[in-house]
């Protein structure tokens, strides 16, 4: 439920909907990149001019739009930014108020070890660990559930020895990735998309075999 995002963030980072409206928080799971991007950009390649992912993402939520003719239906991309430069909605934050992952922060360290640093928290995905993205928001502004009950994320990265490993991964080491296998996962991505995804935004294009006119 909206409300449940609402009531964790300070009202600039509020979603203009009643706290019972419905919405869903996109995940994009490993297997994303062979079942979805590849063949998206062999379908759709003259029509690439933007980021291939955020365009395959796009096609796909306007796809599940048009699963629901009678409901109005508002999507927010995880990209998307408001006038003040500000995001238009938190993913981590809606990820975890879900129950789809669990965002660790500084403040689930109990004996803080970096001082005046400033750390960044980070998701867990407990079958995926750090192998996955959170994708956008789908919006249901006519369907209210009041009675909708909310789950807890699982807490799978639960030691604080743990914690704090996955924190100093992520913020001081994170190109390395370690901080993504901090716990057993069940799938991670392929050596062609871990090499897509290390590859500088603009020569992604070229792995893609796009033309320089698409771009």
């Known amino acids: 439920k909206v409300g449940w995002y609402n009531a964790v963030l300070q009202p600039a980072f509020h979603l203009p909907y ?45 796809r599940v739009k048009e699963k629901f003719p009678d409901q109005k239906v508002d999507v927010i991309f995880d990209y998307e930014i ?3 430069r500000k995001p238009k909605f938190l993913a981590q ?17 109990e004996l803080d070890p970096w ?5 960044y928290g980070v998701c867990i995905h407990p079958k995926y660990g750090g192998w996955f993205a959170i994708r956008g928001l789908l919006l249901f502004p006519d369907i209210q559930v009041p009675f909708l ?8 990265v639960s030691t604080q020895e743990k914690r ?3 924190l100093e991964q992520f913020n001081f080491h994170w190109q390395d990735g370690r901080y993504r296998d901090i716990i057993e996962v069940k799938e991670r991505y392929s050596d062609e998309q871990k090499a897509y995804f290390a590859t500088p935004p603009a020569e992604r294009f070229k792995l893609l075999g796009l033309t320089q006119e698409a771009q």
């Open 18 to 62: 009643p706290d019972d409206t419905l919405a869903f928080v996109v995940l994009s799971t490993p297997s994303m990149f062979e079942k979805a991007l590849k063949p998206f950009v062999n379908k759709e390649r003259l029509k690439i001019i933007r980021d291939p992912v955020d365009q395959c993402v796009s096609h796909h939520l306007s």
């Open 82 to 84: 408001l006038p003040s």
């Open 93 to 109: 934050t809606a990820a975890h108020v879900a129950g789809a992952t669990y965002y660790y922060q500084r403040k689930d360290v």
């Open 115 to 119: 001082g005046k640093k400033k750390i």
């Open 149 to 156: 009950e909310q789950s807890a994320p699982v807490d799978c």
């Open 164 to 166: 704090i490993e996955l």
